[in-house]
């Protein structure tokens, strides 16, 4: 038996993987992930007040929010994993970063999930986030479930966000529910699945879902304006006329997206999307790993970490690296073996995550997402296994596009910037470089908020102030190719070139032209803009 067979599982009973549904929500800011995120918690029974994600009242500020500085600044920075059992099924919800600056830690969450919810603003249709994100769920043919959120104001016209989505990102649509009407014509929700009205109840949120034989049952005559009730039959019978019948496999395939439109403050839609989420999202898939993919249903044990977070938690002054499980069965106290160092490491204490609360976990499956505490060892990108010689691949490190030179303020301080710095990496807050030739510290970042993020942490977990200013850079590419030649590249080019955390080559490039006249001159060599993270350290030549 090998990784990349599954194990049967004993008859007539379903592995325990096949239970899993592991998924992320993505969506540009502002489009409502964190009260959907909410209301689908709360519909799966999994926290019982409104609220208890959302802190109410003055500061946004959901449950996952750990840090402070998001507190500080009302945005979501860190990822949190979130998980709950319902018919059966266990859900691991991850949360991404909404911020745009975050993306490469978007990334590398999407990285660790089988499917995603993509929320769009009914009223603002498809925005930039959003297309970003959703070219991410692309390369890896990730199944997407729509939620256009935010009916109950005004919005686009339906049609035109069921075409944009077919137009902008080239996916079928197949909607669920239909708006019946939006803003301040709101009536409800038709599920065109079920054939069930769900109509405001007296609060104002969805209702109880009232069983019709169709959208021109008399028994809506009592329900709905007339007017309201002759637009519904029109448009639903033009929704399936024109768009295709639900198929599963397109969906599993990434080529078609069930449409729910919702409501996620007011609850319409989310019971909708949670049982497609448990009918139609996928358990676990194989994992692209080296020497072949790592089939879930694998009698033996690996995973890959996605994330490091340190300081989650002033009461647990730790660093928790996040594992995806991909395949096997991982019991508490289990040995692995770490594929970067070689090393075993016996995992005692794992954590399974609900936002705040930490529950030990005795056994994980394949699709199950484990917090390892541990002191810096973990890397994010690192391959942890009971068999020798894996490695998940897939997990990128992408061109920085600031660079910045890291002082500081205290001299005497000098000498812990450096674990800093390479703590900080590690976790991928941001990428540090050092220059080959004597220099300040370099640090490069995606966006601009990551610099943030790492002076407030140098100075809250460190003691460190820092002073950050721009590098004369333009960005960074990583260098590879025959050893003689990056060597003759190397000596001719030492004052252009820096290491990376793990001691790769790269080359700092002024401006673009810089770059081009290195990549026409040196034919031989690749300048990379993304390096996968964890490969074994390169050999000097
Ligand atoms: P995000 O995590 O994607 O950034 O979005 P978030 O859930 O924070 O929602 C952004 C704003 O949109 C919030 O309003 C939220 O209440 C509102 N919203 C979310 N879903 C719906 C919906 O279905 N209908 C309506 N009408 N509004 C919705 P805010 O005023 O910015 O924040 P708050 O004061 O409500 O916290």
Redesign the pocket.
């Given at each position: 038996m090998t990784l990349a067979e599954d194990r049967p599982a004993p008859s007539g009973m379903p592995a325990e993987y096949e239970r899993r549904r592991t998924f992320a929500i993505i969506?540009?800011?502002?489009?409502?992930?964190?009260?959907?995120?909410e209301a689908i918690l709360l519909a799966a029974g999994a926290i019982h007040l409104a609220g208890e994600v959302?802190a109410r009242g003055e500061r946004?500020r959901t449950r996952s929010d750990w840090m402070k500085i998001e507190q500080a600044r009302g945005?979501?920075v860190t990822t949190s994993v979130m998980t709950f059992a319902r018919d059966g099924l266990v859900f691991n919800l991850l949360d991404t970063p909404?911020h745009e600056d975050f993306s490469e830690d978007t990334y590398r969450t999407l990285t660790a999930v089988d499917s995603a919810i993509m929320?769009l603003?009914a009223a603002r249709g498809i925005q930039s986030q959003t297309r970003k994100l959703f070219e991410v769920c692309r390369l890896r043919d990730m199944p997407i479930i729509t939620f256009i959120?935010?009916?109950?104001?005004e919005a686009l016209d339906p049609f035109a966000l069921l075409d944009e989505i077919h137009d902008t990102l080239a996916l079928d649509t197949t909607p669920v529910t239909w708006p019946v009407g939006m803003g301040g014509l709101f009536h409800g929700l038709y599920d065109l699945h079920a054939n069930t009205l769900i109509a405001p109840d007296a609060t104002g949120d969805a209702g109880p879902p009232q069983a019709l034989s169709g959208p021109d049952d008399v028994a809506l005559a009592s329900k709905l304006p007339a007017e309201r009730r002759a637009a519904l039959a029109d448009e639903s019978l033009l929704a399936r006329e024109a768009c295709p019948p639900f198929d599963l496999q397109a969906y599993r395939e990434g080529h078609l997206t069930p449409v729910i439109f919702?409501?996620?403050?007011?609850k319409?839609g989310v019971a909708e999307l949670v049982s497609a989420i448990a009918r139609w999202a996928p358990p676990p898939r194989p994992q692209p790993a080296e020497p072949a993919p790592v089939a879930p249903g694998s009698d033996k044990v690996s995973g890959f970490v996605f994330k490091v977070q340190a300081n989650m938690d002033k009461n647990h002054r730790d660093r928790v690296a996040f594992m995806r499980v991909c395949s096997g069965r991982f019991q508490r106290g289990m040995k692995l073996r770490q594929e970067r160092t070689g090393r075993q490491m016996a995992v005692q204490n794992p954590i399974f995550f609900f936002a705040r609360d930490r529950d030990l976990a005795e056994e994980a499956a394949a699709g199950d997402i484990i917090g390892i505490p541990n002191h810096g060892t973990i890397s994010v990108g690192d391959t942890l296994s009971e068999v020798d010689a894996l490695r998940f691949t897939g997990l990128p490190n992408f061109a920085p596009e600031i660079l910045c030179r890291v002082r500081v303020r205290d001299a005497m301080r000098t000498k812990h910037l450096r674990k800093a710095l390479e703590d900080l990496a590690e976790e991928g807050v941001t990428q540090v470089f050092r220059p080959r030739l004597g220099g300040d510290w370099i640090v490069g970042v995606v966006g601009p908020l990551q610099l943030d993020v790492l002076a407030t942490r140098m100075e809250a977990e460190y003691s460190i102030e820092v002073v950050l200013e721009p590098a004369p850079y333009d960005t960074a590419r990583w260098v590879d190719g025959p050893a003689d030649e990056l060597a003759r590249f190397e000596a001719a080019n030492r004052g252009a070139l820096a290491d990376d955390k793990d001691d790769r080559p790269v080359f700092m490039a002024r401006n673009r032209w810089d770059l081009d006249r290195m990549i026409q001159d040196w034919p031989k060599l690749s300048f990379q803009s993304t390096r996968e993270r964890a490969t074994p350290t390169r050999e000097r030549a």
């Open positions: 969506s540009h800011p502002d489009a409502g992930k964190t009260t959907l995120t959302r946004r945005i979501s909404g929320v603003d959120n935010k009916i109950d104001r919702g409501s996620a403050l007011k319409f």
